[in-house]
C-alpha cells in the first residue's frame, strides 16, 4: 500500500468489551468510516486526525498507522514484506526499535521468530540505506512497529501514540489493582453518564473514575500532559500538533457544571484520590470525603453510582466478601432508589451475593484480567422507604 499522510488506514485497539463505545467516540472525533472488530476499531484517516485521536480519546489504547499489508506463507515472506517497505523514511538509525508481533489464526510455530525476523527485515534495509543500523529498545523505545499476522494475511503499523494512551501523565499515587484509565471512561460512557448528571463513586480508592469523570466535565483533553512517539516519526508536522492542541485547548472549560463525589471507608485511599485530583488541578471538580458505603445516602434523588467493588483473591477474602455484598445490596435497595448503579468486578458471584437483579451484564477486560459490568437499576418500594426512615430516626449518614 501507498503511505499517505492525507489518506491513511489507522487503527486503536481498545479494553475488550468497549469496541462499540470507542467507535462512538471516534465519531465524535470527526472519523466519518469506525469499523469496530474484537479489540479495537479500524477507520480512516489523516495526520490531523492521528494526532487529535491521540490527545482526545479516552477510550482508545494506541493509535496504529497502518503502513503495509500483504499475504504470507512462512517466515521468509514475512521478511521479504517488511524489507520492501522504507522504514528509514519514516524515522531515524539513531532512534530505538522494538517489535511486537500479535496473531490469530497464524500458522506459524514460534511469534518469537517471526519478530525476530520483522526486527531483521528493517535494520537490513536500514543497513542497505543508511549504512547502520537502529539499536532495539524493549523497554522504552522510539518506534514501536506492530505486526498483525492472520492465518494467510500480513498487517503492519507503525505506533503513534508510545507508552499506551490510557497512561495520562495524571496519578501520582495508586491503590492495589486500579482500574485502568481507559477502562474507566469507557464505562462511564456504557453508564451513559454526562457532565451535569449526578455521578457517586463510594468506593473511589485512588479515584480514576473520578479522574476521568472531572476531565470530561471540563473537557480536558486525556492526553495533554503526556508525550507520544509521532514526536519522534520523520513525518511529524510540530505546526499542525500545534494546531490540534490548540482547537482542543480552547475547548477547556474553566468551571463544570460539579455534582461528581466519591469517598470510600478507607482514609488512605481517599488521600490517594485527593493526591491525584490536586496535581491533576481537579480538586474543586469532586466532592470528596471519606465515608462507608454502607451508611451512605445519595446527594441527590437520582444519579449515576459506578464502582469497582472489591473480589475476593484469597479464600479468607471471598469469606468476607461473602458477608459483604448482602449488607451492600441492602444498602443500595434501601437507600439509592431511583439511581443507575454501576459495579464492575471480576467476582462473578456479586449478583447472586448482592441479591439484585441486573439489567445488563457487560463482558470487559481490566488488562487480562476477565471482569463483568453489572447494571441495576434501583426501583423505590416500602421496604426500601421503611429502612431509610430508620436509618434517618438513628441518625444514619
Not at 489493582?177 to 451513559?192: F, S
Request: charged share 25%; glycine share 8%.
Amino acid at each position: 500500500m501507498k503511505f499517505d499522510l492525507h489518506q491513511a488506514r489507522l487503527f486503536s485497539p481498545c479494553p475488550r468489551g468497549l469496541e462499540l463505545a470507542l467507535a462512538e467516540e471516534l465519531t465524535e472525533l470527526g472519523v466519518r468510516d469506525p469499523a469496530p472488530v474484537e479489540g479495537g476499531v479500524s477507520y480512516g484517516g489523516d495526520l490531523a486526525l492521528c494526532y487529535r485521536v491521540n490527545l482526545a480519546s479516552r477510550i482508545a489504547s494506541r493509535v496504529l498507522w497502518q503502513v503495509g499489508q500483504g499475504t504470507y506463507r512462512d517466515e521468509q515472506d514475512v521478511y521479504d514484506a517488511v524489507s520492501r517497505l522504507p522504514w528509514p523514511a519514516w524515522f531515524g538509525p539513531s532512534n530505538t526499535l522494538r517489535v511486537n508481533v500479535a496473531g490469530k489464526g497464524c500458522p506459524l510455530k514460534s511469534l518469537d521468530y517471526v519478530t525476530l525476523r520483522i526486527k531483521d527485515a528493517v535494520c537490513d534495509r536500514f543497513r542497505v540505506e543508511r549504512g547502520r543500523r537502529p539499536d532495539v529498545d524493549t523497554r522504552s523505545p522510539d518506534v514501536r512497529i506492530y505486526a498483525f499476522l492472520e492465518a494467510r494475511r500480513l498487517t503492519l503499523y507503525l505506533d503513534t501514540s508510545g507508552e499506551p494512551l490510557f497512561k495520562r501523565g495524571l496519578r501520582t499515587a495508586s491503590g492495589e489493582a486500579p482500574i485502568r484509565e481507559n477502562l474507566a471512561a469507557g464505562i462511564l460512557r456504557l453508564a451513559a453518564w454526562k457532565p451535569g448528571v449526578p455521578l457517586l463513586d463510594p468506593m473511589c480508592g485512588s479515584g480514576t473514575f473520578l479522574l476521568e469523570a472531572a476531565q470530561t466535565a471540563l473537557q480536558v483533553p486525556a492526553g495533554l500532559r503526556r508525550p507520544f512517539a509521532f514526536e519522534k516519526l520523520a513525518f511529524h508536522s510540530p505546526r499542525l500538533w500545534r494546531e490540534v492542541r490548540r482547537e482542543a485547548e480552547s475547548r477547556i472549560r474553566r468551571t463544570s457544571p460539579g455534582l461528581i463525589w466519591g469517598c470510600d471507608a478507607d482514609a488512605r485511599a481517599v488521600r490517594m484520590a485527593a493526591a491525584n485530583l490536586q496535581a491533576a488541578g481537579l480538586s474543586d471538580v469532586v466532592q470528596l470525603r471519606r465515608a462507608d458505603v454502607l451508611e451512605l445516602l445519595p446527594p441527590t434523588p437520582t444519579g449515576i453510582l459506578v464502582a469497582n467493588p472489591p473480589y475476593a483473591v484469597r479464600l479468607g477474602q471471598r469469606d468476607a466478601l461473602g458477608a459483604f455484598y448482602p449488607r451492600l445490596g441492602d444498602a443500595l435497595k434501601a437507600r439509592f432508589a431511583g439511581w443507575s448503579v454501576y459495579l464492575l468486578t471480576a467476582d462473578l458471584r456479586l449478583p447472586r451475593l448482592i441479591r439484585l437483579k441486573p439489567t445488563r451484564r457487560v463482558p470487559l477486560f481490566n488488562g487480562a484480567l476477565e471482569c463483568r459490568l453489572f447494571e441495576f437499576r434501583m426501583v423505590e418500594g416500602k421496604m426500601a422507604r421503611k429502612r431509610v426512615e430508620t436509618t434517618e430516626e438513628h441518625g444514619g449518614e
